[in-house]
């Protein structure tokens, strides 16, 4: 049985600014909406998450992962095989450091890598003016260098905005239309335009073109051909996805 993070608050008490734990998961595992106390730096070093908010949806893939600031709600599922190696990082340190008050996905460097496997064996009441403390340190001054990517789908607060856009989330094609999410959110398509922007900070395009592009990251990384992906997206060609790919991305889909 997975433990509940609602119910896990061991490190919250801990008199450390940085604690890290190592977890396994099954598939599709889930944990429902619940918050922290401290800072959460969820590292994936296999499989593939899902995180959601009310604000936002995030993919975590494989050697990546997202900070989730203190107090945000949020909620987690497993895809595959899962393990994390979790850094609870206290409001001192987060401050210190100017941690985001928003959620993010980002890149780890070797570095990073090799410092959080490291870290996950150090006691939790570790010294802090010794080699373990150092490496404490270290960590939180790398975690902050780490570079935000583009793995978030913002969602509008609108609840008509909103349940049109989680059902085209659930069923993403990249030549559905405004009006077409319109009539879904039984909205003319003026209002549809306006309320989308203010309340996500794209515009519809914007927005498809990120969530065709997280889902086909997760079906690549669950080995499917490319060009089968880009076809079932309603992409006219393999090069055309390829293309559109890295402009948000910044490497082609191969390379995931």
């Not at 335009?193 to 690549?220: D, M, P």
Request: aromatic share 8%; with cysteine; hydrophobic share 40%.
């Amino acid at each position: 049985m997975q433990k509940n993070p609602t119910n896990d608050t061991e490190f919250e008490s801990i008199p450390r600014e940085v604690v890290v734990s190592t977890t396994q998961y099954q598939t599709d595992a889930a944990f429902p909406m619940h918050t922290h106390n401290r800072g959460q730096f969820v590292y994936i070093s296999s499989g593939k998450v899902t995180v959601h908010t009310p604000m936002a949806s995030y993919l975590i893939p494989e050697n990546h992962a997202c900070w989730v600031p203190a107090g945000i709600p949020h909620e987690m599922k497993m895809m595959g095989q899962v393990r994390i190696l979790n850094t609870y990082i206290n409001s001192v340190a987060s401050q210190r450091l100017s941690l985001p008050y928003h959620c993010k996905v980002m890149n780890i460097s070797d570095l990073l890598t090799n410092l959080l496997e490291e870290a996950a064996k150090i006691p939790r009441l570790y010294q802090i003016d010794q080699r373990e403390g150092r490496i404490m340190a270290l960590l939180l001054d790398e975690i902050a260098l780490m570079p935000e990517l583009p793995f978030s789908i913002p969602l509008p607060k609108d609840t008509r905005l909103s349940r049109a856009c989680q059902q085209f989330i659930e069923d993403p094609q990249s030549d559905i239309s405004i009006d077409s999410m319109a009539i879904e959110a039984r909205v003319s398509r003026r209002t549809f335009t306006r309320l989308f922007r203010h309340e996500t900070g794209l515009s519809f395009l914007e927005w498809k073109q990120q969530v065709c592009l997280l889902t086909a990251i997760k079906r690549i990384n669950n080995g499917e051909l490319i060009t089968r992906v880009a076809m079932d997206l309603g992409y006219s060609s393999p090069s055309a996805f390829t293309i559109a790919f890295r402009r948000l991305m910044g490497k082609p889909p191969s390379q995931f």
